[in-house]
């Protein structure tokens, strides 16, 4: 693993990808990010050594070095899941060559269902705890001490400042932004309405298929992270509708404009 992380960093390294500090994941239906972006390098993730590739329509499937926000960034646009048929390990690899290129501090999106009843979809939760429902971690393999710790501390997964940050951002422009608990569950199925019912019992706000596993290995490597949740619809087990894909997408590219903001104004202040 190490030697694999190593070669990647290696190949991008040399096209300059070294040169950042802050990283951004682009979750489902959330890649016009990418248009507020003064684009300096991108790379196919079929090109880098070693890296997964996305099977989602919705992934592009890039790495991008850009400036935003005033400052140099690296883009993941699009993500890899347990549902395609990827291990833990190789959900996660991609943070693991960020941090050998050097990103301190990461921004996660994501799309996801609101189980909360006062949320709303179209709006945004920052995500504040998680439960991780996929039935394994990215650090529940062999000679995982030689990456980092193997027991890895998660009172504060996310980091403290930059939620203080996105939360005083959102107020003063007037964005909302709810705070709460993200569920993650592997999928790609939906929930049943038992599952959604479970979900509020055991205290999440929304529910989603990515995002932990990343966080986990950020908490392991020592970089700070947020996540922020688009929600792109009302999971009531009492008045469950059948799924509609094309609506959600229209809410992420809807919602995504106030995405782009709060990453904008947290980037900037960082």
Do not use: W
Not at 1 to 22: C, P, Q, T
Not at 74 to 84: K, S, T
Not at 118 to 132: E, P, R, T, Y
Not at 178 to 206: H, K, S
């Amino acid at each position: 693993m190490i030697a694999k992380i190593e070669e990647a960093v290696a190949f991008l390294s040399s096209k300059g990808y070294n040169k950042a500090k802050v990283g951004i994941v682009l979750g489902t239906g959330l890649g016009k990010l990418i248009e507020e972006v003064s684009i300096i390098e991108e790379v196919a993730y079929s090109e880098i050594p070693n890296f997964p590739t996305s099977t989602v329509e919705s992934h592009v499937g890039k790495l991008i070095l850009g400036k935003f926000a005033g400052k140099k960034v690296l883009i993941m646009q699009g993500r890899f899941h347990l549902y395609e048929g990827y291990s833990l390990i190789e959900v996660t690899f991609p943070i693991r060559v960020l941090k050998g290129l050097g990103i301190e501090n990461l921004c996660i999106s994501n799309a996801a269902g609101a189980i909360n009843p006062s949320f709303k979809k179209g709006d945004l939760l920052l995500v504040d705890d998680h439960i991780n429902l996929q039935g394994g971690s990215p650090l529940a393999v062999k000679g995982i001490e030689q990456l980092g710790p193997r027991f890895v501390d998660m009172s504060e997964p996310y980091s403290k400042k930059m939620n203080a940050i996105l939360r005083k951002y959102a107020n003063k422009n007037d964005i909302t932004l709810y705070d709460g608990v993200y569920a993650a569950v592997v999928g790609p199925q939906l929930e049943t309405r038992a599952e959604y019912r479970y979900l509020r019992i055991i205290g999440a706000d929304a529910v989603g298929m990515s995002t932990v596993p990343e966080v986990i290995v950020c908490n392991q490597l020592e970089i700070d992270c947020v996540a922020v949740s688009v929600l792109t619809d009302e999971c009531d087990p009492d008045n469950l509708q059948p799924i509609n894909i094309p609506e959600i997408f229209e809410l992420a590219a809807k919602a995504e404009p106030k995405l782009i903001d709060l990453f904008s104004g947290l980037i900037a202040a960082l």
